[in-house]
């Protein structure tokens, strides 16, 4: 059972989770396992240093120090030695650089006691009773120039006083035990998975109060701005800092037809950029709109304001293109500019059920613009058409076809991205993936082809949907690369292809999910068979995501995907899926295993001139929530 509030314990959709707290209650205590939480004292994740380094280097292939500060603890090395006699140098040199090397562990914050930012932490990290009982014998003399913590001198002559003050609650983590515990090294570094299988990630909370925010997109303009759209026709400005302009960036309510009733699938439903958008200022968006008794999609372009950069120029809407919406619902929705400079259009089948329209419906028949993905020129529309066909476009010489049309055969395809290739290599750059909703069976993700037909209404996924149509094998259709049973979700919901700087472990992994049961999901290809490996995606349990501003649930129903300028990943869900509800909230995907080392992510934005009121960023998830869940555990 899922629970669609958002304040749920742990979300992992199929099971069911006592929550820490109902632990505590009913027993009065209880005994925590042995779980990978790893966290360094600056409450992050660790990393693999870009620089090998040369005094902790038992930490030089993963942990939670980068070359500057190996070299800053070598330092203070050289200065706790420069007090020794003989006898210290002796037998207390190894003790010195393994506790001071310990700032580098990866499991850093636990022996440091650093797991709760609002308690002091320890100046020695926690030690193993053996390992204590060894260095007070040999080398209680150097505790003062290892601590100056009050406590730790009184007591430095009393051995086990000492040792017990030294000694961790949680003996799973002391000092060097933790080295030699398989349970806590064998996948260090790697994304956890539970029993199940399912991948333990874990969230930020970006934006909220949000009325079904559908999209959410960047300028590519060097500022970091990120604007997200809602429903009922309104895109907003958030700053870096994720401070939202209180003014919006765009409105057009009066114009996008949508209603308050749950599932309607009218409104605002697209945005994107122009690749050249710093230099001409334009943008684009695809919306429903009623014209007379008909209904419409409509595709208009605009230009940013030139007396404010956070405000679009509302006079300057030229209708691009408009598709007649024969029903309600199926209304596609996707804008986008790929690596060739085109703009992409995904338009629905035109609604009902089974494509009812005409002899093989919508989608298979290339004189109508519905079930396509369309391509089409706006560059240098100043004068003649508002659009060109790209000369290379599929059927522009086909008698009868659209020449817009660039694949066919989809049903509603409901968000889709451009893959950035992998960060060393482009590997995979330019792909589109789409996340093509079914109708009775099966959800499908699928990547898009010049002139390809995805099968729609004659397939569903790989299975027959219309015999007659599946049996025509002039169809030539083109093959999901995933499928998913209606068991698993009812509506997909088309995500990302990881290409961030935060955390490398996502690299290449698809991040997608369902808007009907919450699901998160994910493939990763293999490249030697091209097939794609399906992994869930669970919210982490117990301490997994035990990080200041982190968080482990979200609200069910998963509107849209995201990447920012630098890449990272975000999805956009609420509680209550209708147009009018203030529940949406954006999340930012968190890896708690593994980040990339500190400063290779770093950025300078362009500075943003702000002529409106800042609205501050206050997450619905407090700081008290975040301290109950490092107290508590799952049994």
């Known amino acids: 059972m899922i629970d669609t509030g958002l304040r749920r314990p742990i979300l992992t959709l199929g099971r069911l989770w006592l929550s820490p707290f109902d632990v505590l209650c009913f027993f009065n205590f209880w005994l925590a396992p042995v779980m990978l939480h790893p966290q360094c004292l600056d409450f992050k994740p660790p990393f693999r240093p870009l620089r090998e380094l040369e005094f902790c280097v038992m930490y030089k292939e993963f942990g939670c120090c ?109 000092y060097p035990h933790l080295l030699s515990n398989q349970k806590l090294t064998k996948n260090l570094g790697r994304v956890e998975s539970d029993a199940d299988g399912c991948l333990q990630l874990c969230l930020e909370e970006v934006a909220n109060g949000l009325q079904n925010p559908l999209a959410m997109v960047h300028a590519n303009d060097g500022t970091h701005r990120f604007f997200v759209a809602e429903q009922v026709g309104l895109v907003w400005t958030y700053l870096p800092d994720r401070s939202k302009l209180q003014r919006p960036f765009l409105n057009i309510t009066k114009a996008v037809l949508t209603s308050s009733w749950e599932g309607d699938e009218r409104g605002f439903l697209g945005i994107t950029f122009h690749p050249k958008y710093k230099y001409n200022g334009k943008l684009y968006v695809y919306y429903s709109v009623e014209v007379g008794f008909d209904e419409r999609i409509r ?4 230009r940013v304001s030139a007396n ?55 989608a298979q028949n290339k004189s109508a613009l519905l079930g396509k993905v369309l391509r089409i020129d706006v560059d240098d529309n100043e004068k003649g058409p508002l659009y060109r066909i790209p000369p290379d476009n599929p059927f522009l010489n086909e008698q009868g076809a659209r020449p817009e049309i660039y694949a066919y055969g989809v049903r509603n395809m409901w968000r889709c991205s451009v893959d950035r290739g992998d960060p060393r290599t482009k590997e995979g750059k330019g792909r589109i993936f789409c996340g093509d909703v079914g109708q009775n069976k099966f959800e499908e993700i699928d990547i898009i082809e010049k002139g390809h037909n995805y099968g729609w209404r004659a397939k569903e996924g790989f299975s027959c949907y219309d015999k007659k149509l599946c049996a025509n094998s002039s169809l030539g259709d083109i093959l999901p690369i995933y499928a998913y049973p209606h068991k698993m979700g009812k509506s997909v919901t088309g995500g990302y292809v990881y290409r961030g700087c935060e955390y490398p472990n996502l690299n290449g992994m698809y991040i997608f999910g369902d808007f009907m049961s919450g699901r998160l999901m994910s493939l990763q290809e293999d490249r030697n068979t091209g097939q794609w490996k399906y992994s ?99 049994t």
Not at 76 to 88: C, E, S, T
Not at 299 to 302: K, L, N
């Open 536 to 634: 869930e995606i669970c919210m982490g349990i117990g301490l997994t995501c035990a990080f200041p501003g982190v968080i482990n649930n979200y609200h069910q129903y998963i509107i849209s995907f995201a990447e920012d300028e630098a890449g990272e990943l975000y999805f956009m869900s609420t509680g209550i899926p209708s147009a009018m509800s203030p529940s949406g909230v954006v999340y930012k995907v968190v890896d708690p295993s593994r980040r990339a080392p500190p400063r290779q992510c770093h950025y300078d934005p362009v500075p943003v001139r702000v002529k409106s009121n800042l609205i501050r960023f206050v997450p619905q998830e407090s700081e008290s929530t975040y301290k109950s869940k490092w107290i508590k555990s799952v």
């Open 308 to 362: 404010d950069m956070n405000m679009v120029d509302h006079t300057s809407e030229r209708v691009i293109l408009e598709i007649d919406e024969p029903a309600s619902n199926h209304n596609g929705g996707q804008l986008l500019f790929a690596d060739d400079g085109y703009l992409y259009i995904f338009t629905g089948d035109g609604g009902m059920a089974g494509d009812p329209f005409g002899k093989y419906g919508n």
């Open 66 to 174: 980068d070359y500057t500060r190996d070299q800053e603890l070598m330092a203070k090395y050289y200065r706790i030695l420069d007090n020794f006699d003989y006898y210290g140098y002796a037998h207390c040199t190894g003790f010195v650089q393994e506790l001071l090397c310990q700032e580098c562990s990866p499991y850093a914050a636990h022996l440091f006691d650093a797991e709760d930012p609002s308690t002091p932490v320890r100046t020695i990290p926690g030690l193993c009773p053996d390992y204590c009982f060894q260095f007070w014998g040999k080398c209680s003399s150097i505790i003062p120039l290892l601590s100056d913590h009050s406590h730790i001198i009184k007591i430095k002559g009393d051995q086990s006083r000492l040792c017990q003050s030294l000694t961790l609650d949680d003996m799973d983590y002391c």
């Open 299 to 302: 595709i208009s372009e605009f």
